[in-house]
C-alpha cells in the first residue's frame, strides 16, 4: 500500500496487504458506509493519448497495483512496487513513463532494464501497444542474442524509450550508441531476478551515468538486502506499493490438460477448436512469431482465426476485437500482452498453447473466459517434460486439473456430422428442395447405393472426411507426462533440438516422402528468410492447393523440401516456379535424393543423414511453431 497517498476508503477495491493494520485494530461499525465504486483509468488522469490507448485496448478497470502506482508516479514520485509477475505491473510502469516522454524530442529519455530477452521483449510490446495513439513515439528493445546492427539503428533514428537486459544496455554504451545523460525515467523490472543473475554491477553502473535528477521505479517480487540498498542509493523518499500475488482461478471456468508434444501441438488445436462448441475462443502463445505461425497454421486448416501481438497497428487490433464482439471472427490467437484487457463475452474457451512462464500469468489468461456469468473453458497443452510446470499452476491455483485426450479426427468428423444432422429439420422446413430430389432420384436409379448410403456419402463429403485415404486416423491422440526435471522448460523438440528419426511419423529421414505424397524440392531456405506460412500460401496459392495437401516441410540453409499429395502437373510446376519469396523464385522440382560431388552446393544434410540426433555440417531442418524464429524448425502435415 503506498506510503504517502491516501488509503482507499474501501478495503475490499484491492487485494493489497494493508501496512499498519494490527490486530488490535477496532472492528467497523456494524453499519458501515457503502462502499465507494470502483475506480477506472477515467480516474487515473492520464494524458488524453494514453487514456485513448488504454481504452481500444479494452482496459476498463486498472489493476491494484495500477491503481495505487499510477498516481504517484504521475505526480513525480519514486515508486517501489512489490508485485509477482501477472498483476499488471508493466502498464503501471509504462503508462506514466509514456506520460513523462515527450515525442518531439528524439532522444533516449526512457530506460526500462529486464533480466531477460524475453521479459525486455514483451515489456516493449506492451509500452508500445500503450504509444499507439502518441504520435512519433518510437520504443526499442535491446538484449543479447541478436544484432547488434538493426538496435543501433533504432537508436540513431532517435528512440525515446528504450528496453533492455542489463548487458547489452552495458555494450551499446561502450559502443556510443547510448547515452543515459538525458534520461528522465528509469525502471528496474523484476529486480530480484536481476540480481540473483549476477547483473548488480551491470544495474550499478549503468545507474551512475545516468541523472541523479531522474525519477525511478522499481519493481520486485521480493526486497532482500540488496534491493534495499539500490532504492535507498538510486531513489529519492520512494513511495512503496505492495499488492499480493493473485492465485485463485474463477470456478466459472472448468480447467484441463491435455499432454502434446511440441510437434503435434498445432494438430492438436485444430481438432480441440472443431469440436468445441464455444462461439470464440482465445489462443495464447509466449511471442509475436508464434502467433504469427499458429494463426497462419489455423487458416490453412480453413478456420476463421486472427492474430494479435504488439505488431499489429492500433486500427487493426480494433477491427479484429470487434469481429471477435460481432461473431465473425471465431478464434483469436495472441500474446499475454496483447491480450491484456480484453473483455469479449462470447469467449467461451481458452486454449494455453504454450505453459504460461508464471502461475500468475495462467490466472490471467484463462480469466478471458467464463465472465458475465456464463461458464467457460481452459485447456493447457503440456509437453511430456513439463510436469513441474504443471504442478506450480496447480499449487497456485488450489485446484487440480484435470487432464483430458486429444480428440481424434474420428471424433471431429462425428461432432461435425451430428451439428449437421441438427440443422437439418430448419432446412427441410425452408422449403426449395425440389432440384436436390430430383437429382437424387436420378443418382439412385443408375447407383447401386441405396439412400441410406447416398446419405452417409454426402454426410461424410459435407465434414470434410475423404476417407482412409487421407491417413488421418494415424494422428496424435495423446502422450503421458514423464518424471525428471524440466529446468529447460519442455519436451526437447520445443527446445530446437535437432530432429532424429523418432521425430518424424513414421521415422522418415529428411526428403523420405511419406506414402500418397510427392517430395518437392524449392530454392528458399533459412538464409532467404523462408518460413512455412509463406511457403504453404505460395504453394497452394499458385498451385491451387489446400493445405491439407501440403505435407511435411523441411527447410534448409539455401532450400527447402515440401511434401504434396500426389503430384504437380507441368502447368502447375511452371506457376509455383515462378512465385517468389523474400524477393527469389521458388524454382520448383521434384526432389532427387541428396545432391553430393562437384555441383553439390553443401548445404543439403541429408547426403551425411546416418538417423542419430545431427545433421552434420551445413543447414538443419526447421521446425513450425518455434518461438524464437532462430532456432530450427518443422511443420508436419500430421502435426
Given amino acids: 500500500m503506498s506510503e504517502h497517498a491516501p488509503m482507499p476508503s474501501d478495503p475490499e477495491m484491492t487485494d493489497a496487504p494493508r501496512e499498519g493494520a ?67 505491473k508493466t502498464a503501471a510502469f509504462g503508462l506514466p513513463l509514456l506520460a513523462a516522454v515527450d515525442p518531439a524530442l528524439r532522444s533516449v529519455q526512457a530506460l526500462v532494464l529486464a533480466p531477460t530477452r524475453e521479459l525486455a521483449m514483451q515489456v516493449a510490446d506492451a509500452i508500445t501497444s500503450f504509444a499507439s495513439a502518441s504520435e512519433g513515439l518510437e520504443v ?99 513511495v512503496r506499493v505492495t499488492v499480493a500475488r493473485q492465485s485463485s482461478t474463477v470456478s466459472s471456468v472448468t480447467q484441463r490438460y491435455a499432454v502434446v508434444p511440441f ?34 497454421e489455423l487458416i490453412t486448416r480453413g478456420l476463421v482465426a486472427a492474430t494479435i501481438s504488439g505488431d499489429v497497428p492500433q486500427k487493426e487490433r480494433e477491427k479484429i476485437v470487434e469481429r471477435l464482439r460481432d461473431g465473425s471472427l471465431q478464434v483469436l490467437v495472441a500474446t499475454d500482452v496483447a491480450a491484456r484487457g480484453l473483455d469479449v463475452d462470447r469467449i467461451g474457451l481458452v486454449v494455453n498453447f504454450d505453459v504460461p512462464g508464471e502461475p500468475e500469468a495462467y490466472v490471467h489468461r484463462i480469466g478471458r473466459t467464463g465472465r458475465a456469468g456464463r461458464t467457460g473453458e481452459a485447456l493447457t497443452f503440456v509437453a511430456p517434460h513439463e510436469r513441474r510446470k504443471l504442478r506450480a499452476i496447480e499449487k497456485t491455483t488450489r485446484q487440480t486439473l484435470e487432464e483430458m485426450q486429444i480428440p481424434s479426427p474420428l471424433d471431429v468428423s462425428r461432432h461435425r456430422m451430428r451439428s449437421l444432422l441438427a440443422s437439418v429439420p430448419a432446412r427441410a422446413e425452408a422449403g426449395r428442395l425440389d432440384l436436390y430430389l430430383t437429382l437424387v432420384d436420378e443418382f439412385l436409379a443408375d447407383s447401386e447405393l441405396d439412400a441410406r448410403q447416398l446419405a452417409a456419402v454426402l454426410g461424410a463429403m459435407s465434414v470434410g472426411d475423404a476417407g482412409p485415404q487421407s491417413a488421418e486416423e494415424d494422428e496424435f491422440r495423446g502422450a503421458s507426462l514423464k518424471g525428471g526435471s524440466d529446468r529447460d522448460g519442455g519436451d526437447r523438440s520445443s527446445r530446437g533440438d535437432r530432429p532424429s528419426r523418432g521425430d518424424r511419423p513414421g521415422g522418415a529421414a529428411p526428403g523420405r516422402a511419406e506414402k500418397g505424397y510427392t ?53 502447375q510446376l511452371a506457376r509455383v516456379g515462378r512465385a517468389k519469396i523474400a524477393g527469389r523464385s521458388l524454382r520448383i522440382s521434384e526432389d532427387r535424393g541428396p545432391r553430393t560431388g562437384p555441383r553439390s552446393s553443401g548445404d543439403d544434410p541429408r547426403a551425411r543423414y546416418d538417423g542419430k540426433r545431427e545433421h552434420r555440417g551445413g543447414g538443419r531442418p526447421a521446425r513450425f511453431g518455434r518461438d524464437d524464429s532462430s532456432r530450427p524448425f518443422r511443420r508436419g502435415h500430421h502435426d
Avoid: C, W
Fill in 22 to 88: 494490527g490486530a488490535g485494530d477496532e472492528a467497523p461499525p456494524a453499519e458501515a458506509a457503502p462502499a465507494a465504486p470502483e475506480p477506472t483509468f477515467d480516474d487515473l488522469q492520464l494524458p488524453p493519448a494514453l487514456r485513448r490507448a488504454v481504452a481500444a485496448l479494452g482496459f476498463e478497470r486498472p489493476s491494484p497495483i495500477q491503481e495505487q502506482a499510477i498516481p504517484s508516479l504521475l505526480s513525480g514520485r519514486d515508486v517501489i512496487g512489490v508485485a509477482q509477475t501477472g498483476t499488471g
Fill in 519 to 571: 517430395t518437392y524440392r524449392i530454392g528458399v531456405g533459412h538464409s532467404h528468410g523462408a518460413k512455412p506460412p509463406a511457403i504453404v500460401g505460395t504453394i497452394t496459392g499458385e498451385g491451387g492447393l489446400t493445405g491439407k495437401d501440403v505435407g511435411k516441410i523441411d527447410i534448409f540453409g539455401s532450400f527447402s523440401l515440401v511434401q504434396l499429395r500426389g503430384t504437380l502437373d507441368e502447368e
Fill in 140 to 238: 526499442v528493445a535491446v538484449y543479447g542474442g541478436s544484432p547488434y546492427h538493426p538496435q543501433e539503428r533504432a537508436l540513431s533514428r532517435g528512440a525515446q524509450v528504450v528496453v533492455g537486459t542489463p548487458g547489452r544496455v552495458m555494450d551499446h554504451m561502450r559502443r556510443g550508441s547510448l547515452r543515459l545523460d538525458g534520461i528522465r525515467y528509469a525502471v528496474l523490472d523484476e529486480a530480484d531476478e536481476m540480481l540473483r543473475m549476477g547483473f548488480a554491477e551491470d544495474v550499478e553502473e549503468i545507474l551512475s551515468h545516468s541523472p541523479s535528477t531522474k525519477q525511478t521505479a522499481l519493481f520486485s517480487a521480493t526486497m532482500p538486502p540488496a534491493i534495499q540498498k539500490v532504492a535507498a542509493e538510486h531513489m529519492n523518499d520512494p
Fill in 263 to 296: 510437434r503435434h501441438k498445432a494438430g492438436a488445436l485444430a481438432r480441440v477448436l472443431a469440436v468445441s462448441d464455444a462461439q470464440a475462443a482465445i489462443v495464447f502463445v509466449r511471442t509475436r512469431a508464434a502467433a504469427e505461425e499458429v494463426g497462419a
